[in-house]
Nanobody, 113 residues
Framework: QVQLVESGGGLVQPGGSLRLSCAASGFTFSDYMMRWYRQAPGKEREWVAHINASGGSTNYAASVKGRFTISRDNAKNTVYLQMNSLKPEDTALYYC??????WGQGTQVTVSS
């Protein structure tokens, strides 16, 4: 069945870095645009970044542009989110999404000293 499994979240100090991974299975990964979203406590889910099927085009929310990088490896059926210069306001549950197909369960990112 279609499945997306995120990993790589954790507790990091402000200014630190994390790399999230999302492993896909059950569908032709290389056919799908992929997105990362996040949801902080008490807030609505917000879009963070997306990458097209080939990996040649990316776009970012203004709040993360210049700090986060989305990438994908179609041979490994995996999409990544490299997060640098993390801020406390980046604290959220991060989800990957295969557009119009499936969502992962999320991985928690907490930025705190």
């Amino acid at each position: 069945q279609v499945q997306l499994v995120e990993s790589g979240g954790g507790l990091v100090q402000p200014g630190g870095s994390l790399r999230l991974s999302c492993a896909a299975s059950g569908f032709t990964f290389s056919d799908y645009m992929m997105r990362w979203y996040r949801q902080a406590p008490g807030k609505e889910r917000e879009w963070v970044a997306h990458i097209n099927a080939s990996g040649g085009s990316t776009n970012y929310a203004a709040s993360v542009k210049g700090r986060f990088t989305i990438s994908r490896d179609n041979a490994k059926n995996t999409v990544y989110l490299q997060m640098n210069s993390l801020k406390p306001e980046d604290t959220a549950l991060y989800y990957c999404n295969a557009v119009a197909l499936a969502w992962g369960q999320g991985t928690q990112v907490t930025v705190s000293s």
